[in-house]
């Protein structure tokens, strides 16, 4: 007999806890991290390599890089593992990481690392292989290869140049330091 009652009908409430929640997708705690990780890879990654997105801390070696990358814990001096899966892109020209403070990057084969902190208000500067500079992604000053202003800020303010740091090849060891 149909329902002539133009009230919505109501489901009972229930409330399902998360576990069985997952029980009712009929999917495996395993099947859920993979789902978890397709949709953002960064939430899988050691906690000891990507303290913030994109940026890789000295870990005890397992993760590519040894020693201090972080200009409040003295002088910056660390070594990185171009075999490490975490470095491979840097050995083609054009690529770039951020290890702590520092941003290491590729400039036409020739390595070169500056601090990424932008001096205007502390944003991150990535590198841009076609313009050959660093850009920073708050409001896109932009700096030259050696670290010294090419741009200002798009809508005002000033930059003043960030600290250029020495790099040596030893094979596939890559050392940055003051
Ligand atoms: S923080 Fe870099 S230009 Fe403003």
């Known amino acids: 007999m149909p329902n002539n009652n133009s009230t919505p009908q109501q489901e009972p409430e229930t409330t399902l ?6 029980r009712s997708l009929g ?13 953002t890879l960064s939430s899988c990654k050691s906690s000891t390599t990507d303290p913030s997105p994109g940026v890789i801390t000295p870990g005890g070696g397992s993760n590519g890089v040894t020693g201090n990358a972080s200009t409040g814990s003295g002088a910056i001096n660390f070594t990185i593992d171009l075999t490490n899966a ?31 902190i932008c001096t205007h208000q502390g944003g991150n500067l990535i ?18 290869i050696d670290g010294s202003t090419k741009s200002q800020p798009i809508g005002g303010g000033t ?6 740091y020495t790099t040596s090849l030893s ?4 050392t940055v330091k003051a």
Do not use: P, Q, W
């Open 17 to 22: 806890s998360r576990g069985e929640f997952i």
């Open 27 to 39: 999917m495996s705690s395993a099947a859920l991290m993979a789902f978890y990780c397709m949709g």
């Open 86 to 116: 975490n470095f491979t892109g840097l050995k083609t020209a054009g690529g770039y990481v951020s290890v702590g403070d520092i941003i290491v990057f590729n400039a036409a084969g020739s390595y070169k690392a500056l601090s990424r």
């Open 127 to 144: 590198y841009s292989a076609s313009t050959n500079d660093l850009i920073c992604d708050l409001h896109s000053s932009h700096y030259n």
């Open 159 to 164: 930059i003043t140049a960030v600290k250029a």
């Open 171 to 174: 094979g596939n060891s890559l």
